[in-house]
């Protein structure tokens, strides 16, 4: 069965305190993983793609890596509008092209 | 305006009452997909349509049903709503030409059932 497992649920960080988010996942045949940041009361916002073990891409303070069954999101030196929910998505193996099963989430809140 | 727009953003409504929830988009993305969205849960999908002719059930479609009006609209009923039906719902579109995956979600529907 096609699993996304985020962890940790909720992370507290202090401003300019750098930290990871892991997504782990178990399908076959990535066919891609996917991040998104989501805002209290809003819908989730597209961040990254990224498809092959070692690829990496980056956004202000944030960067994304992926290895052969885990990615994870780094945040340099974050800031309190970094505070939001982050989740990770995989495409459903064997699925229609276009479906993705989504991980439960990190809610990462940052103090300034 | 909005990319991904639903209506209504908050509904509350009695157990066994029928409720349509709407969505539209000016994306021109050919695919659209109702997701719900519970505390612990996650994000799980009901619905998906992939043009106006082709509806498909996702994991949670029971007691759901959708209509796909045109290619920018696709709406979510509940025939007969029931307290655990109690979520957030969120439409999404995306593009064939970009894979299918870099969905653009709408602001979501906080749908209370009593």
């Known amino acids: 069965e096609d699993q996304v497992t985020q962890s940790p649920e909720a992370l507290r960080l202090q401003e300019g305190e750098s930290s990871s988010l892991n997504c782990s996942y178990t399908?076959?045949?990535?066919?891609?993983l996917f991040w998104y940041r989501q805002d209290p009361g809003k819908g989730p916002e597209f961040l990254f793609t990224?498809?092959?073990a070692g690829e990496e891409k980056e956004k202000e303070r944030l960067k994304a890596t992926l290895t052969k069954k885990e990615s994870f999101l780094h945040i340099t030196a974050p800031k309190p509008e970094d505070s939001a929910t982050y989740l990770c998505?995989?495409?459903?193996?064997?699925?229609?092209?276009?479906?993705?099963?989504f991980g439960k989430g990190t809610k990462l809140s940052v103090k300034p | 305006d909005a990319d991904v727009t639903q209506t209504p953003r908050n509904r509350i409504t009695k157990t066994g009452k029928r409720i349509m929830l709407e969505c539209s988009q000016t994306k021109g993305h050919d695919r659209m997909y109702w997701y719900r969205q519970d505390p612990g849960l996650g994000l799980r999908l009901i619905y998906y349509?992939?043009?106006?002719?082709?509806?498909n059930k996702g994991e949670i479609s029971d007691g759901y049903s959708v209509s796909r009006q045109a290619q920018a609209k696709f709406s979510l009923s509940l025939e007969s709503a029931i307290p655990n039906q109690t979520a957030l719902y969120f439409c999404a579109t995306s593009d064939r030409g970009t894979g299918g995956y870099g969905y653009t979600f709408g602001s979501g529907t906080r749908l209370t059932v009593v």
């Open positions: 399908v076959s045949g990535l066919r891609g």
């Open positions: 349509s992939f043009d106006v002719k082709d509806i």
């Open positions: 990224l498809y092959s």
């Open positions: 998505a995989v495409p459903y193996h064997g699925g229609s092209q276009g479906n993705l099963i």
